[in-house]
């Protein structure tokens, strides 16, 4: 019997694929922009980067804000934040964080802007 011939074909984890990206948004609960509450921003399998540059994928107008403030990356089928060193940080349910993965309605707050974290959006 040669090593091919001892393979498993079907069932492995290779043919399972990666996890499943969850269907995500961020909402924009409050911000000093008007005409931003409201909108979504969809999260997926790219990178999402929020600051105060306006190239981000959400520009947060605030001088509070780094130009480069967050990212939100996937990671194992679930989206995580982290603060990219950001001179006021990057609060998650109100509590200062560096790094955290995303759970359904958490609450993210960058300078005085306010999104909610919403699966199934």
């Not at 609060?91 to 309605?105: D, F, I």
């Amino acid at each position: 019997m040669s090593l091919d011939e001892t393979r498993i074909v079907g069932s492995g984890p290779q043919d399972t694929g990666r996890a499943k990206t969850p269907n995500a948004a961020l909402v924009v609960v409050h911000s000093p922009d008007e005409a931003q509450k409201g909108q979504r921003f969809p999260v997926g399998d790219e990178d999402v980067t929020l600051g105060r540059e306006e190239d981000n994928t959400i520009p947060v107008p605030s001088d509070q804000a780094s130009r480069r403030h967050a990212r939100i990356f996937l990671s194992g089928g679930a989206h995580v934040l982290v603060d990219l060193d950001s001179t006021n940080g990057t609060y998650l349910n109100s509590t200062l964080v560096k790094e955290q993965t995303l759970r359904h309605g958490d609450v993210v707050r960058i300078a005085t802007m306010v999104l909610k974290y919403v699966v199934g959006a």
